[in-house]
């Protein structure tokens, strides 16, 4: 069996999944305590770094998708499957589970 290397540039989503860079987590709590790794939440926030074609209607044509790359977003807390590609994490998620774009 072929071993396959993935980058960020070799991964393409099919229909409207969007794959997404995690940020990185809070490592201190506000009144400045530092959060050892098994304290820290699940990031919920990531920049897009690729897109799908979009989801097919009906008739055969695609449904553009409403992000874009480089747009950071709020997703599901529990949703899509978690990537990590070198150091680097990444979920890849479907549309209907981003839930806002963040400016």
Known sequence: MAAVSLSVSTVKP??????VKVSASEEKT???LYLPDTAKEKPQ?????ALGPGKRNDDG???????????????SKYAGT??????DEYVL???????????
Not at 45 to 49: F, I, P
Not at 64 to 74: A, M, N, P, S, T
């Open 14 to 19: 099919l229909g409207d999944r969007v794959f």
């Open 61 to 75: 044509s695609r449904q553009e998708l409403e992000v874009k790359v480089g747009d950071k977003v709020l997703y």
């Open 45 to 49: 926030v990531g920049e897009v770094v």
């Open 82 to 87: 978690d990537v990590k590609l070198g150091t």
């Open 93 to 103: 998620l479907s549309e209907k589970d981003i839930l806002a774009v963040v400016s």
């Open 30 to 32: 506000a009144g400045g």
